[in-house]
């Protein structure tokens, strides 16, 4: 199957880089390399770093960037150890980063991958497909609790609790090992007069798949190192798919454009805080209508903007 994805909010991210032509710049999720490319062609004697988790996107990027393959460098690895890819290519500071938090539509689509409900396939959800942890194991192996809490917590599923018992039940008398069985398990947790919607099991798979590839922990600790890479006046763009990560990314630029950050009841300042970046949107750019009806993945995206200080 041929790598697709389309890039979302890709002018708007292009725009909020600021690109300078011999600047460095890193694409922490390479994904399709819509966004690199647009950044590759803005580049004359600068540098992108493209970094994936995943062989296949990077296969394919790697042939269609080649053109600019002269001011690329790719690299396997995932954006959470941005300060140790950067140390390994001598790198301190960098001009601006993006990152776009969207599962590729090939990932979605590759029925071997697992992701998707749509398709009969083993439970595997993992974007690096060398890693130990998978759905499979996640479904046979964590406890109810355990199982409970990343439905609520990572899916804001309301059926949390009904569907984690029903795997427990279920998987006493056989392993859960398919999309379809793990599709039918969270489609009977719910009453008759609901088992008819389409999209009763976006929420579980989603939770699933953030807990597999352990998006929301790795996105908290990489913003902080991402920050701290970035040059004076650089720019960073974070598309966010999930309110759970726009909330991550909100927060962490409030605190880094905000001086004082002590309680209101102290009337003096003795944090010592300060402000390293600015918000360059204080509130999130989403897609235009016309983006929206072009590619229905794209309604829940965020792209919030910061420029070092």
Known sequence: MEFNHVSVLKDESIIGLNIIPNGVYVDCTLGGGGHSLEIAKRLENGKLIC????????????????????????????????????????????????????????????????????QDARLDMRMDQSQKLDAEYVMNNYSENEL???????????????????????????????????????ISSYPPKFQNKASLCN???????????????????????????????????????????????????KLHSTDCICPPRIPKCICNHKADIRLITRHPVVPSENEMANNSRSASAKLRIAEKL
Not at 152 to 169: C, D, F, H, L, M
């Open 148 to 186: 409970s809490r990343i439905l609520y917590t990572y899916g804001e599923e309301k059926n949390a609790r009904q569907i984690a018992r029903k795997i427990v039940k279920i998987r006493e008398k056989k392993p859960i090992v398919s999309t379809f069985e793990l599709r039918d398990i969270i």
């Open 51 to 118: 970094i994936d988790k995943d062989d296949d996107a990077l296969k394919y990027a790697k042939e269609k960037l080649g053109e600019y393959s002269k001011n690329i460098i790719f690299v396997k690895g995932n954006f959470v150890d941005i300060d140790k890819i950067l140390d390994e290519l001598n790198i301190d500071k960098v001009n601006g980063i993006l990152v776009d938090l969207g599962v590729s539509s090939y990932q979605l689509d590759t029925k071997a991958r697992g992701f998707s409900f749509k």
């Open 203 to 253: 929420k579980a798979f989603q939770a699933i798949r953030i807990e597999v590839n352990n998006e929301l922990k790795d996105l908290e600790i990489a913003i902080e190192k991402m920050l701290s890479r970035l040059e004076k006046c650089g720019r960073i763009c974070i598309i966010t798919f999930h309110p759970l990560e726009d909330r991550i990314v909100k927060s962490a630029f």
